[in-house]
């Protein structure tokens, strides 16, 4: 199942934003842009074992983004949401 999320006021790039996401757990899988969107795939696994996978949709210069999150599990998806948000801010 799938669930998505916008995410408001984002500075940075794809690249600054794997970067921290990285220091946090979250890996990049792959990196493409689709028609001028900048699409970032990650994945993460929790402490209870769950997989959750990410694709976040970033247009440049444009500061809202959308995080889509695909996992066994989608009642983790308002906590991950929340972890990405405070993570990408700092």
Not at 7 to 29: R, W
Not at 41 to 67: D, H, M, R
Request: no cysteine; glycine share 4%; net charge positive.
């Amino acid at each position: 199942m799938q669930v998505q999320y916008t995410l408001n006021e984002i500075k940075g790039t794809t690249d600054t934003i794997s970067s921290k996401m990285t220091l946090n757990n979250i890996f990049t899988i792959a990196k493409r842009n689709v028609e001028g969107q900048d699409m970032l795939y990650q994945s993460l696994k929790l402490t209870n074992n769950i997989w959750v996978l990410l694709e976040l949709k970033l247009q440049p210069g444009v500061t809202t983004a959308t995080l889509s999150l695909k996992s066994r599990s989608v009642e983790v998806a308002p906590y991950v949401f929340q972890a990405y948000e405070s993570i990408i801010k700092n």
